[in-house]
T-cell receptor, first 111, second 114 residues
Framework: QKEVEQNSGPLSVPEGAIASLNCTYSDRGSQSFFWYRQYSGKSPELIMFIYSNGDKEDGRFTAQLNKASQYVSLLIRDSQPSDSATYLCAATGAGSYQLTFGKGTKLSVIP | DAGVIQSPRHEVTEMGQEVTLRCKPISGHDYLFWYRQTMMRGLELLIYFNNNVPIDDSGMPEDRFSAKMPNASFSTLKIQPSEPRDSAVYFC????????????FGPGTRLLVL
């Protein structure tokens, strides 16, 4: 069974610090990885996706992928109170558009 | 561009009643996904369609759940009869094949079965 694991948190960081969110996945055939942000009572919204090993940067966000270790992470630089939300990690299976989601990590940025 | 549209946004019903949730995907998207989210189980895929055809319904919890996509712009998820354990937020998402696997979520339907 394909699984995506995340630490449920809450993860608390002070404003301006770097928040580090981690995710592991069980399916070695997984090809693509996604980070979604979900505010309380709202729907998930895509932050970033990553397909290749290494780092991918987009503004204050950096996604990191290590397929050998089956590990994905999201770094948020200069964290802001508006970043406080639950972050969902998701992975596709080989040749599939089907996403398996982790249960999410709740991030709290303290002003 | 309008995003994914879901209705109703909130539904309160009594056990045993039929519930129908509706979804309009983003125009041009050829994949449609139905998810259920609870605190205990997180976000779970129930079923997905490609070009209106159900591809994988292995996540549908039991025969009380059914989904249809009669055309490219409309899908329904039906629960009959509903039970209190069906209480959850149900999301519809859509994606565009040639745009990769990125899925765009609707606002969700909060279902409470009493």
């Amino acid at each position: 069974q394909k699984e995506v694991e995340q630490n449920s948190g809450p993860l608390s960081v002070p404003e301006g610090a770097i928040a580090s969110l981690n995710c592991t996945y069980s399916d070695r055939g997984s090809q693509s990885f996604f980070w979604y942000r979900q505010y309380s009572g709202k729907s998930p919204e895509l932050i970033m996706f990553i397909y290749s090993n290494g780092d991918k940067e987009d503004g204050r966000f950096t996604a990191q992928l290590n397929k050998a270790s089956q590990y994905v992470s999201l770094l948020i630089r200069d964290s802001q109170p508006s970043d406080s939300a639950t972050y969902l990690c998701a992975a596709t299976g080989a040749g599939s558009y089907q996403l398996t989601f982790g249960k999410g990590t709740k991030l709290s940025v303290i002003p | 561009d309008a995003g994914v549209i879901q209705s109703p946004r909130h539904e309160v019903t009594e056990m045993g009643q039929e519930v129908t949730l509706r979804c309009k995907p983003i125009s041009g998207h050829d994949y449609l996904f139905w998810y259920r989210q609870t605190m205990m189980r997180g976000l779970e895929l129930l079923i997905y369609f490609n070009n209106n055809v159900p591809i994988d319904d292995s996540g549908m919890p039991e025969d009380r759940f059914s989904a249809k996509m009669p055309n490219a712009s409309f899908s329904t998820l039906k629960i009959q009869p509903s039970e209190p354990r069906d209480s959850a937020v149900y999301f519809c998402a859509s994606s565009f094949n040639r745009g990769g696997e990125t899925q765009y979520f609707g606002p969700g339907t909060r279902l409470l079965v009493l």
